[in-house]
């Protein structure tokens, strides 16, 4: 059955969607497909810059601004709709069960999973909270209202690559694929009369073998760590190994213990090849820098549950975390255990 919901802007629903949690999704897929690559970490950024202007604020349904949109040849053009959809995706899923949200090709090569030569693989591997061997496969397609095609034709194809996807991890005979997500976000522009809305399926397999399994919860965290900048704990992750938390700095949100990063990337951790480019980017990186040296507005957080837990080494033994997700007007929570705390305290 195809189900749809509305895609309200700052407005309390059970959905919530602002800029900063927008953003931080985005990130965080961004950060997830290229934690094998620490010299793309600024892919996130510039994509945000980016998130600024393609979103029009000016209703209570997210839409796109058409004067932005039009001004983006077709392959930037899908490419930023693919990316807000894949935000958008990210953040319904976790509202829904699934904090833990990771590449499916990364989740593949982290576990030695073999993906055959062009295979039709989905976006997304996702993990509950019960972090075990049953995973959800998830597939994020975005159109405009006015582009031709059918929702419903991306969701078949989102599902196929599902299907495709459930192939993959069967042979590998571990894991169970219990439940797949075949998402469409269908952005309409403040011209339009259609809202915008999220349309997906979301069929469902039979559950056995339960194993406790934190692979995907790990491989999560290593692109938060990632995101924030933290490379040596985003490998650390990658390969089975504890956190170390003399890179973090305690600070407490309502009596409850987090994390937040101390200090930036080092720019000895970004492998720039190209002398002809590498000049520009610790041009941008420096002015990135001076930015945040200077008074800021937001900082990412980690819960000291999540930190605790992965101080551990080479455990798979679910850690059960259930935090609760959503927005104050200071604070920005997600389901995963960490946070965006707009206005730090001095």
């Given at each position: 059955?195809?189900?749809?919901?509305?895609?309200?802007?700052?407005?309390?629903?059970?959905?919530?969607?602002?800029?900063?949690?927008?953003?931080?999704?985005?990130?965080?897929?961004?950060?997830?497909?290229?934690?094998?690559?620490?010299?793309?970490?600024?892919?996130?950024?510039?994509?945000?810059?980016?998130?600024?202007?393609?979103?029009?604020?000016?209703?209570?349904?997210?839409?796109?601004?058409?004067?932005?949109?039009?001004?983006?040849?077709?392959?930037?053009?899908?490419?930023?709709?693919?990316?807000?959809?894949?935000?958008?995706?990210?953040?319904?899923?976790?509202?829904?069960?699934?904090?833990?949200?990771?590449?499916?090709?990364?989740?593949?090569?982290?576990?030695?999973?073999?993906?055959?030569?062009?295979?039709?693989?989905?976006?997304?591997?996702?993990?509950?909270?019960?972090?075990?061997?049953?995973?959800?496969?998830?597939?994020?397609?975005?159109?405009?209202?006015?582009?031709?095609?059918?929702?419903?034709?991306?969701?078949?194809?989102?599902?196929?690559?599902?299907?495709?996807?459930?192939?993959?991890?069967?042979?590998?005979?571990?894991?169970?694929?219990?439940?797949?997500?075949?998402?469409?976000?269908?952005?309409?522009?403040?011209?339009?009369?259609?809202?915008?809305?999220?349309?997906?399926?979301?069929?469902?397999?039979?559950?056995?073998?339960?194993?406790?399994?934190?692979?995907?919860?790990?491989?999560?965290?290593?692109?938060?760590?990632?995101?924030?900048?933290?490379?040596?704990?985003?490998?650390?992750?990658?390969?089975?190994?504890?956190?170390?938390?003399?890179?973090?700095?305690?600070?407490?949100?309502?009596?409850?213990?987090?994390?937040?990063?101390?200090?930036?990337?080092?720019?000895?951790d970004f492998s720039i090849k190209d002398d002809i480019f590498s000049s520009g980017f610790f041009e941008i990186f420096s002015l990135i820098r001076f930015i945040n040296r200077n008074p800021i507005n937001f900082l990412p957080a980690i819960s000291e549950t999540v930190v605790r837990y992965l101080e551990k080494s080479e455990t798979q033994i679910s850690p059960k975390m259930n935090f609760e997700s959503f927005s104050s007007e200071d604070f920005e929570f997600f389901a995963d255990g960490t946070a965006i705390i707009k206005k730090p305290?001095?």
């Amino acid at each position: 059955m195809n189900r749809r919901l509305p895609l309200p802007l700052n407005s309390p629903s059970d959905f919530p969607i602002n800029g900063w949690r927008l953003s931080h999704a985005i990130a965080m897929t961004i950060s997830s497909r290229n934690l094998y690559n620490t010299e793309y970490w600024l892919d996130a950024i510039a994509s945000n810059l980016g998130l600024s202007s393609l979103i029009d604020r000016h209703s209570p349904n997210i839409r796109i601004n058409s004067k932005r949109i039009e001004s983006l040849r077709d392959f930037s053009r899908t490419s930023r709709i693919g990316e807000t959809s894949q935000g958008t995706v990210y953040l319904y899923l976790e509202k829904n069960g699934y904090p833990y949200i990771v590449d499916f090709h990364i989740f593949c090569k982290n576990r030695g999973i073999t993906i055959p030569p062009k295979s039709s693989t989905p976006d997304f591997v996702a993990q509950n909270q019960i972090a075990s061997n049953q995973l959800c496969l998830v597939e994020s397609k975005g159109k405009e209202t006015t582009s031709s095609g059918s929702f419903k034709t991306k969701l078949k194809k989102a599902l196929s690559q599902c299907d495709s996807g459930e192939q993959i991890i069967n042979n590998n005979g571990y894991y169970n694929v219990t439940k797949k997500f075949g998402f469409c976000a269908e952005w309409s522009d403040e011209n339009n009369d259609d809202d915008s809305m999220l349309h997906w399926v979301d069929p469902e397999n039979e559950v056995n073998r339960i194993k406790d399994n934190d692979s995907v919860l790990k491989l999560h965290y290593a692109a938060w760590f990632y995101m924030i900048g933290d490379f040596r704990n985003s490998k650390n992750l990658m390969n089975g190994k504890s956190i170390e938390i003399s890179t973090l700095s305690e600070i407490f949100i309502d009596d409850n213990k987090y994390f937040i990063p101390d200090g930036f990337p080092n720019l000895e951790d970004f492998s720039i090849k190209d002398d002809i480019f590498s000049s520009g980017f610790f041009e941008i990186f420096s002015l990135i820098r001076f930015i945040n040296r200077n008074p800021i507005n937001f900082l990412p957080a980690i819960s000291e549950t999540v930190v605790r837990y992965l101080e551990k080494s080479e455990t798979q033994i679910s850690p059960k975390m259930n935090f609760e997700s959503f927005s104050s007007e200071d604070f920005e929570f997600f389901a995963d255990g960490t946070a965006i705390i707009k206005k730090p305290n001095e």
